[in-house]
């Protein structure tokens, strides 16, 4: 699977994104999908995933009820909306995908496949 994040960009706090997530390879519709994102100093953290059927979502404490994933398995695409935006979002934001979206969740060092990043910049 090859995935491809675009969308970031330079947004004032309080404003909105959607970052965007293509996927190439294998059946798209077979992974969990999800969003990590790392600052400038700080490790690497989870920010949402969604199963494969879309059915389940799972977000980070610290963007629930501001993101809201999803995606279309026709388009072979996932989607972050990221709303309320705080300075603190401010990170390169990763999608990677796994078979296992618990895999996604909760160990992502056992991740299969990562996309190249997509900057996110919140200015206050």
């Known amino acids: 699977v090859q995935l491809q994040a675009s969308g970031g960009g330079l947004v004032q706090a309080g404003g909105s994104l959607r970052l965007s997530c293509a996927a190439s390879?294998?059946?798209?519709?077979?992974?969990?999908m999800g969003w990590f994102r790392q600052a400038p100093g700080k490790e690497c953290e989870f920010v949402a995933a969604i199963s494969w059927s879309g059915v389940r979502t799972y977000y980070a404490d610290s963007v629930k009820g501001r993101f809201t994933i999803s995606r279309d398995n026709a388009k072979n695409t996932v989607y972050l909306q990221m709303n309320i935006l705080k300075p603190e979002d401010t990170a390169v934001y990763y999608c990677a995908a796994d078979t296992n979206v618990m895999v996604v969740v909760s160990t992502q060092e056992r991740v299969s496949y990562w996309g190249k990043g997509t900057q996110v910049t919140v200015s206050s």
């Open positions: 390879g294998r059946t798209f519709s077979s992974y969990g």
